[in-house]
Every structure is written in structure tokens, then in C-alpha cells.
């Protein structure tokens, strides 16, 4: 919308009843940018507007209707988010699928802070992240942890639970035949 046309939407174009000029040049405006209102929008929109007779009314019509699927939608998202498990996906999956409802819900202008994020992730750790958890806890008493820090420290927990699964995994396979004699 034009710069000088916004100000009817806003509602900080105020008619003056003094003088006849102005007056008709806030009227022309007016029409003019609730026209332009009616013309740029469509569908079951169109019905809600039509009948609006400034172009504020219009405006707050249409964001009272957007604001209401924001608001459903962010709520949705958010218990997307607080229900996302670390179970058998990477942390790199789990992270992303983070990362892309936090877009989406940026999309809608709901911001989540860095400690909301933080907390969602660790509530939503499998079992095998408890001790993992439990050090994370003595460590941010003494400093606040972003979302980037905790995406690294779980990247090098999961890494570590890897590589005791593969230790754990041979010295089994050891201890299985450390009894037996070779034969040939």
C-alpha cells in the first residue's frame, strides 16, 4: 500500500471539519484506499469487507480474521514442539524439526525465547540423555545455555552414547568367545 495511503488504515488521517478542501481531499483518499482495500483481497475475505465503510474498519476487519488463525495456529505449534521426542532419530533430526517450528511460528510473528527452546528440547530427551540432563542442570545454575550450545553439547552426548554402544557392543562379542579354544 502507498505510503501516504496508510495513514486511513492506521486511522492517523483524521478529517478536518473545518475546511471544505481538506475535507473532500480525506474523503477521496479514504475511498481511494478502501477501494484498494476490496480490490487486493478475495474469496470469503471480499464478504467480510465490502460492507466496512473506512478503510480502518476494513483493515481491522481482515486482522481480526488472521489474528484468530494465528493465534489456533501458534498454539498447535507449540504443542507440536513440546511433543517432540528424541527417540530413535539423530539429534540433527531432532534439532531441525526444532528449528523448523520455531520458522514456522516466527512466520506468525510468535516469537519463542532461547529458554523456552532449551526447555522443550530437554524435557523431550529419550531416557538414554538422563545423566546427560542431570549434568546440564548443575552446569546452566551457573550460565544461562542458548539453544546453539545445547544443539552441540547433545551432538557430543549422542556421539559419546555411540561410541559406548560400540564398546559395550565388541567387549560382548570379546567376553562371548574368550572361553573357547580355537580350533583348526
Do not use: C
Not at 489456533?72 to 533430526?93: C, P, T
Not at 550460565?143 to 544443539?151: A, I, P, Q, R, S
Amino acid at each position: 500500500m502507498h505510503n501516504d495511503l496508510w495513514s486511513y488504515v492506521d486511522g492517523m488521517a483524521v478529517k478536518d471539519s473545518t475546511d471544505t478542501k481538506l475535507q473532500e481531499y480525506y474523503d477521496t483518499k479514504s475511498r481511494v484506499t478502501l477501494a484498494l482495500i476490496n480490490l487486493s483481497v478475495g474469496g470469503n475475505i471480499i464478504e467480510n469487507v465490502q460492507d466496512e465503510k473506512t478503510p480502518k474498519e476494513a483493515w481491522d476487519t481482515i486482522t481480526n480474521m488472521y489474528e484468530t488463525k494465528n493465534d489456533a495456529r501458534a498454539l498447535m505449534l507449540r504443542e507440536q514442539l513440546y511433543g517432540l521426542k528424541l527417540d530413535d532419530g539423530s539429534v540433527i533430526d531432532h534439532v531441525q524439526q526444532i528449528e523448523q517450528i520455531k520458522n514456522q511460528l516466527h512466520t506468525i510473528r510468535e516469537l519463542l525465547t532461547e529458554k523456552e527452546l532449551v526447555a522443550s528440547t530437554m524435557k523431550n530427551l529419550h531416557k538414554a540423555y538422563e545423566s546427560f540432563k542431570t549434568s546440564l542442570a548443575i552446569f546452566t545454575k551457573m550460565k544461562t545455555l542458548t539453544f546453539n550450545e545445547l544443539e552441540a553439547l547433545l551432538l557430543q552426548q549422542e556421539q559419546s552414547l555411540k561410541e559406548l554402544e560400540e564398546g559395550e557392543s565388541s567387549g560382548a562379542y570379546v567376553a562371548k568367545y574368550k572361553g573357547k579354544k580355537h580350533v583348526v
